[in-house]
């Protein structure tokens, strides 16, 4: 039996972490509307991952950020995520927005491809797409030989989850196991306890795909209503799995619109949850489901060292949200050269941070919650018994 070190990202991120608020837990930085201000963008939402003023906030915390840790000016921006998407936009809009030269690295482990890396250009530098966690231990080598040092004016970028934490294509699964135990108690506090459930089980698993994204933005608030909606009857779900769902209801507005005439049929609790969506909706941006949302942040921090010392690999790997060994190695050596290390996730405020009663029973921010640290040789050796 192997037993695994346990450790917190707050190990090598500290606080400088920052939610979809862009309000970064460490309180030293300004408020994300006070940058906006700052930037000539007062008044905007908050932009996700995928928009472009995330590009702007972000350039603008990370030049405070580096004033406040005394690192001076930035020159360079290393990257470290997960998804050939939104994290390459998030990279790409960064980098732009602040001037600077970058490398990305996108991480999966993918035992069917070759190990090795794609290298992929962007205006503002390569993004490798590598088919093993553990190649981001060879980063090094390649910045050297790219003349890219990773030093005092480095800020390296780290998402958090399916990255730092459930190592996509390794760990990932238990990211998804925590949300659908979110969406069971939501389900339970919007419907009841009814046979319904497995199929809005099911159609939480298809819908949330990565096939799927250009339908569903990877939004989890709304694909956890979807599946919800679908479990009352309002929505169909032979049409949402099919590739021209969008053409049927044209937007989100469409899609709420339809739910909207089955509404008065659902639980109570479900239509006031609808009527929230519906009526929250603004410039095609759903907001926060909230009570699935505080459920999701219990269910995560509850699969973080969770397990007995006795589990199997391969429960571990696919029940409990583990540290992803690779990332937490380069973090500390990266931070130890100089470099400012930073975690950013697109992960609502309230999925990832205790309210006041729940840190008074003893839960702590999900970054400073302790977790067993999973490396690739304890992962691949138990894929192959």
């Known amino acids: 039996m192997t037993r695994l070190p346990r450790s917190t990202l707050a190990e090598f991120l500290d606080d400088r972490v920052t939610y979809r608020s862009l309000d970064t837990v460490d309180r030293r930085l300004p408020r994300c509307t006070d940058l906006a201000a700052s930037i000539g963008l007062a008044d905007a939402p908050t932009p996700r991952k995928c928009q472009p003023c995330y590009g702007q906030l972000v350039a603008a915390l990370l030049r405070e950020a580096a004033k406040i840790e005394g690192n001076g000016a930035v020159d360079r921006i290393l990257f470290v995520g997960d998804t050939r998407g939104n994290d390459i936009r998030a990279f790409e809009q960064i980098c732009h927005e602040g001037a600077w030269p970058g490398i990305a690295f ?9 190990e090795a890396w ?45 990255t730092a934490i459930g190592a996509r294509g390794r760990n990932d699964e238990a990211i998804d196991r925590a949300r659908i135990d979110a969406l069971h108690r939501t389900y339970i506090q919007v419907h009841g306890e009814v046979p319904e459930w497995s199929t809005c089980q099911r159609l939480y698993r298809s819908l949330n795909r990565d096939s799927l994204h250009r339908f569903t933005a990877d939004n989890q608030d709304l694909v956890v209503y979807m599946a919800l909606a679908v479990a009352a009857n309002l929505l169909p779900d032979d049409i949402l799995l099919r590739d021209d769902a969008w053409e049927r209801f044209g937007d989100l507005a469409g899609l709420l619109a339809e739910a909207d005439r089955g509404a008065p049929s659902a639980s ?82 309230i999925a990832s941070l205790p309210t006041e009663a729940q840190a008074d029973s003893g839960l702590l921010p999900l970054h400073r919650t302790q977790a067993r640290v999973m490396a690739a040789i304890e992962s691949e050796n138990a894929r192959s018994v």
């Open 106 to 114: 996108i991480g999966r482990d993918d035992p069917s491809a070759p």
């Open 268 to 349: 109570r609790s479900f239509r006031d949850a609808h009527r929230a969506m519906r009526d929250g909706l603004v410039g095609g941006e759903l907001p926060l489901f909230d009570r699935f949302r505080r459920n999701e942040y219990e269910a995560t921090v509850g699969r973080m060292s969770r397990l007995p010392e006795a589990a199997t690999m391969d429960r571990r790997l696919a029940d409990e949200i583990m540290i992803t060994a690779e990332v937490r190695e380069v973090a500390l050596r990266w931070r130890d050269r100089g470099a400012l290390v930073f975690g950013i996730s697109d992960k609502p405020d």
């Open 118 to 162: 794609q290298m992929v250009g962007t205006e503002n530098g390569p993004v490798l797409i590598a088919s093993r966690w553990r190649l981001l231990t060879e980063v090094d080598r390649f910045c050297d030989a790219d003349g890219f040092p990773i030093d005092r004016r480095t800020v390296v970028l780290i998402d958090i989850d399916k």
